[in-house]
């Protein structure tokens, strides 16, 4: 069951680049957490999946010299839906399709791989605490500067900064 929670069903395992498959996994999983449980659904499952993912990493990494392994990617998956946030709340306001908000979820992703792959600034602190809460608090911080440039990328599109 680690395993599986750790590795999001064996998508971790895929190579190369198994942090982007992860990533690439987490859209469709977001969409139907949104589809079937709303926005409200979406923020407490994304906390689930934080708390749980938290726990199973530790599991995982319990006795290990490598505190991060590429196979864990439950990290990218709470990372690339908090850089989806955005693109949810904004369909909730405007009564929009979320897939109609296609540019923001190509932002999103590009956005969240670009941040987590460079680890700048409090993603890189993160990513070197050596455990299992800095596993997941990287990419927690990758994702909230992805949200926040799809928010800026967003305003820009439709004038907002102008």
Do not use: C, N
Not at 28 to 38: C, D
Not at 127 to 146: C, K, N, P, S
């Amino acid at each position: 069951m680690i395993k599986l929670i750790t590795t999001t069903f064996g998508v971790g395992y895929l190579r190369p680049a198994p942090g982007t498959w992860g990533s690439l996994a987490a859209l469709p999983l977001a969409w139907g957490v949104h589809e079937l449980f709303g926005l409200t659904g979406f923020i407490v499952a994304s906390a689930v999946v934080f708390f749980l993912g938290w726990w199973a990493t530790a599991q995982h990494i319990s006795g290990s010299d490598d505190h991060d392994p590429s196979e864990i990617v439950v990290d990218e998956v709470i990372g690339q839906w908090i850089a989806l946030l955005p693109v949810f709340i904004s369909a909730a306001h405007m009564g929009a399709d979320t897939l109609a908000l296609w540019p923001g979820w190509v932002t999103a992703f590009i956005g969240f791989r670009l941040f987590d792959i460079t680890k700048l600034g409090p993603t890189g602190w993160a990513d070197r605490r050596g455990d299992a809460l800095g596993v997941m608090l990287d990419d927690v911080i990758a994702g909230i500067f992805a949200a926040l440039l799809v928010m800026i990328l967003a305003a820009l599109s439709h004038g907002v900064l102008m």
